[in-house]
């Protein structure tokens, strides 16, 4: 049975979220910095694979997060303009997917 007081419990605050997820990502740097017997190439991929793991909810420090695109605001109009496509406001870019498994897949 736990012993702490569970009326003390709350909410981390965005500062405290965002301290956790640096300090993952700051030991995940780390951890692959050192790996003996990877090419520099792999303990990059290493990293990469890590940090995708973070946003997909699987690194087990930390809850799955959202990667949203937040473009300029002039930047559709922009692109509409020039003919090319654009990025809309607030897409999901992990939506109903897991770019962990996503990245050495394409």
């Not at 965002?18 to 290493?46: H, I, S």
């Not at 087990?60 to 990667?67: H, K, T």
């Not at 109009?77 to 770019?99: A, H």
Request: a negative charge.
């Amino acid at each position: 049975m736990s012993t702490n007081d569970k009326s003390a419990s709350r909410a981390y605050t965005p500062d405290e979220v965002r301290d956790m997820f640096l300090n993952q990502v700051r030991a995940y740097a780390a951890y692959w910095a050192e790996v003996p017997g990877k090419t520099e190439q792999e303990r990059c991929d290493g990293l990469a694979f890590s940090l995708m793991n973070i946003f997909d909810g699987t690194s087990a420090e930390l809850p799955a997060f959202d990667i949203v695109a937040r473009p300029h605001p002039d930047d559709k109009s922009y692109q509409i303009e020039e003919g090319d496509n654009y990025i809309e406001d607030g897409t999901v870019l992990n939506d109903n997917s897991m770019l962990h498994e996503l990245y050495y897949t394409e």
